[in-house]
C-alpha cells in the first residue's frame, strides 16, 4: 500500500506563487501516473493535473492549463505541482494520488491533503 505525505500549501494573494509536493512510500511509485486533485468547500474533489510514469506527458484542467506544471523525481519519490497566478477560485484541499491516465481518475487512497488559500 502506498502512502501519500502532500505539503506546501499555504496562504497568498492573488497572482501569487506556491509549489505543492507530494512524497510517496513504496516501491511502485514509478509504475503509476500520479495525479493532482483538490476540493474546495461544499464541492467534489476535482481532477487538476497528471503526469506519467516517467514525465514524458502531463495533462491539465482547463482551468489550471497555462498556470500550474507538474512534475515528479521518480529517484525521490515525489510528485511536485508549481502553481503560478494564483486566483482566489483555487482555494481548497490539495491532493495526490495514483491515476488512470486515460480517464483522470484516481486510483487509490488519498492522503491528509494541503490546504491552500488565495486571498482576494
Known amino acids: 500500500q502506498v502512502q501519500l505525505v502532500e505539503s506546501g500549501g499555504g496562504l497568498v494573494q492573488t497572482g501569487g506563487s506556491l509549489r505543492l509536493s507530494c512524497t510517496a512510500s513504496?516501491?511502485?511509485?514509478?509504475?503509476?501516473?500520479m495525479g493532482w486533485f483538490r476540493q474546495a468547500p461544499g464541492k467534489e474533489r476535482e481532477f487538476v493535473a497528471a503526469?506519467?510514469?516517467?514525465?514524458?506527458?502531463?495533462d491539465y484542467a482547463d482551468s489550471v492549463k497555462g498556470r500550474f506544471t507538474i512534475s515528479r523525481d521518480n529517484p525521490k519519490n515525489t510528485v511536485y505541482l508549481q502553481m503560478n497566478s494564483l486566483k482566489p477560485e483555487d482555494t481548497a484541499v490539495y491532493y495526490c494520488n495514483a491515476v488512470a491516465a486515460a480517464t483522470r481518475l484516481p486510483l487509490g487512497s488519498w492522503g491528509q491533503g494541503t490546504q491552500v488559500t488565495v486571498s482576494s
Open positions: 513504496g516501491r511502485t511509485f514509478t509504475s503509476y501516473a
Open positions: 503526469i506519467g510514469w516517467s514525465g514524458a506527458s502531463t
